[in-house]
């Protein structure tokens, strides 16, 4: 396989979906513009674009759904060559879709859910999970395998962090619910925290997504609470983990992100295929599993608890903060880049 000249990189975003996929995307794609590749990003639909050439990368919108990939081929494959690789990132990829590309060009595959036995090029799964995953049944195919956080596709920020200082009290906490929040838990939780005395002079720093479509509500509730303070498009995510004492964020990439920086955390799942992610940080003793935020109301004053205990326990957070960085150390996205250009 020869060094590719261009990459395209073929993910959505939207309300329905959230972010992420766009989002780590755009992380690997500045890693491989760092290393001289031409990167263009190929989306069903604009609403995602405003980040992509914000990025400064260029973008070309197929006119399709998002949900429909096979359906999709007429308008994709004209764009690309034999000298191209394209990153594909969505959970409804199809065989159809990878089998009609891959007669054009090679293909990287972020692989979560291994929903099916890819013929992908290159497989990722950057998730701790994915270094537990059982992979053999990939022993005897032409793939290669990219697992485990070590790949994970961070922002350079995220790099080379210095080591976390665990003050003994916590004063501020970050609140990460992801770029749309479909089950509305800013606000859910919002409404427990209003009712919880327990946390007088701690400072809550909510950011809100760009996807987020209750941000009235939202500013609302903030105005009625003295202790907290809302974020939107922020630039420098880095610095506002490193400057919070404890987090609380959904168990999607965010949470690499602050492992990177060292932020003790308690993640929580709002969909299914979060639920291994969850479990394994809580399992290697990175992160508390607050549990799933379907579960209805009873799950808010019990997420309340889960980070009371955490926030009071200064040696536990100052033995999480260290593995965590131990774990991640934010040059995933450079190792990635190195891997797809074969440079590694």
Do not use: K
Not at 274 to 302: K, S
């Amino acid at each position: 396989m020869s060094n590719p000249t261009e990459i395209f990189f073929r993910a959505d975003g939207n309300p329905r979906i959230g972010s992420g996929h766009i989002m780590r995307c755009l992380s690997l794609a500045g890693a491989l513009r760092d290393q001289g590749a031409r990167c263009v990003f190929l989306l069903a639909d604009d609403q995602m674009l405003p980040a992509v050439t914000g990025r400064g990368f260029a973008a070309r919108v197929l006119g399709t759904h998002w949900q429909d990939m096979a359906a999709e081929l007429p308008a994709l494959l004209p764009l690309l060559h034999p000298d191209a690789l394209v990153v594909v990132d969505s959970y409804a990829l199809v065989p159809a879709w990878l089998d009609a590309v891959q007669r054009l060009c090679p293909v990287a595959q972020f692989d979560d859910e291994d929903a099916f036995l890819s013929t992908a090029d290159f497989l990722i799964n950057y998730n701790l999970y994915g270094v537990d995953r059982d992979y053999t049944r990939y022993r005897d195919r032409p793939v290669r395998l990219l697992l485990g956080p070590a790949y994970a596709p961070l922002r350079p920020e995220f790099s080379h962090r210095p080591a976390r200082a665990v003050p003994d009290t916590v004063q501020n906490i970050l609140v990460s619910t992801g770029g749309a929040d479909p089950e509305n838990v800013a606000g859910q939780l919002l409404a427990a925290l209003a009712a919880d005395v327990r946390w007088q002079g701690v400072t809550f720093h909510l950011v809100v997504g760009a996807l987020n479509p209750r941000l009235p509500e939202l500013e609302r509730a903030a105005a009625a609470l003295p202790n907290l303070v809302l974020h939107r498009n922020v630039a420098r995510m880095d610095t506002l983990m490193s400057a919070c004492d404890a987090a609380v964020a959904a168990a999607g990439s965010t949470l690499y992100e602050l492992c990177a920086c060292g932020t003790p955390t308690v993640t929580y799942v709002l969909a299914d295929n979060q639920i291994p992610g969850a479990q394994g940080f809580a399992r290697r003793n990175l992160m508390d599993n607050a549990g799933d935020c379907r579960h209805g109301p009873a799950f808010y004053p019990h997420l309340l608890d889960t980070l009371y205990a955490l926030c009071t326990d200064a040696p536990r957070r100052a033995a999480m903060a260290a593995a965590m960085q131990q774990t991640v150390d934010g040059n995933g996205a450079a190792r990635l880049a190195a891997a797809l250009l074969g440079e590694d």
